[in-house]
């Protein structure tokens, strides 16, 4: 597609569910972030995912979340068993994956956990 | 550790009234500053990219100049469309991320 796409935009869950984020990258893109924003916060890394490569797993905030990368294109990030702290708007972006070169983000997913 | 850090958190100007945002930054190897727009309830819109120091960036009333310390967001005549909050985020040399600032929030009044 033209630009990032992700569903669901908005998801209200029950604490202690399990909720799954999708992310379609720009068509091409090898390089695939998620980021997590807060309300007036800053965007907080999670994780990474570049080719075939091992992902980037360093942001990730505790086990109970979890991130794949199918056929190096499509990505789920999922949570499970989601607390209150969880609520928040959570980003994908996607780069070409050339060094240095900017993401494009889309639009988030807001998760709101009650 | 590496970090970003924006000022002022909050701006507010009257149309027509130039400023500009800062933005600092301590990374060890930086390979790309870059400045986003974000509007409420929207991701992140790419601006610019500045690699060196000196180097420059121009579109429209917005214009990005970067040295080796940090980068400036000059924003001439501002017009009430271009109240949004400005994020800056730099990669280091790992690349396997950007940090972001938490952004300075811009209100043009009319």
């Known amino acids: 597609g033209a630009g990032v796409s992700q569903s669901p935009s908005n998801k209200v869950t029950e604490k202690g569910k399990d909720v799954e984020l999708r992310c379609d990258p720009i068509?091409?893109?090898?390089?695939l972030y998620w980021y997590r924003q807060s309300l007036g916060q800053g965007l907080e890394f999670l994780i990474y995912f570049q080719g075939n490569s091992a992902p980037d797993k360093s942001g990730l905030p505790s086990d109970r979340f979890s991130a794949e990368r199918t056929g190096g294109s499509v990505s789920t990030l999922t949570i499970q068993r989601t607390q209150q702290e969880d609520s928040a708007v959570y980003l994908c972006?996607?780069?070409?994956?050339?060094?240095?070169?900017?993401?494009?983000f889309g639009q988030g997913t807001r998760l709101t956990v009650v | 550790e590496d970090q970003v850090t924006q000022s002022p958190e909050a701006l507010r100007l009257q149309e027509g009234e130039s400023s500009s945002l800062n933005c600092s930054y301590t990374v060890s190897g930086l390979r790309g500053l870059f400045w986003y727009r974000q509007d409420p309830g929207k991701g992140p819109e790419f601006l610019f990219t500045l690699y060196s120091a000196g180097e420059e960036k121009e579109k429209e009333r917005l214009k990005a100049t970067l040295t080796k310390k940090e980068s400036f967001l000059h924003i001439t005549a501002p017009k009430p469309e271009d109240s949004a909050t400005y994020l800056c985020a730099v990669r280091a040399y790992n690349f396997n991320k950007f940090y972001f600032g938490s952004g300075t929030k811009l209100n043009v009044k009319p």
């Open positions: 972006a996607s780069s070409s994956g050339r060094q240095n070169t900017e993401a494009f």
């Open positions: 068509s091409g893109h090898t390089a």
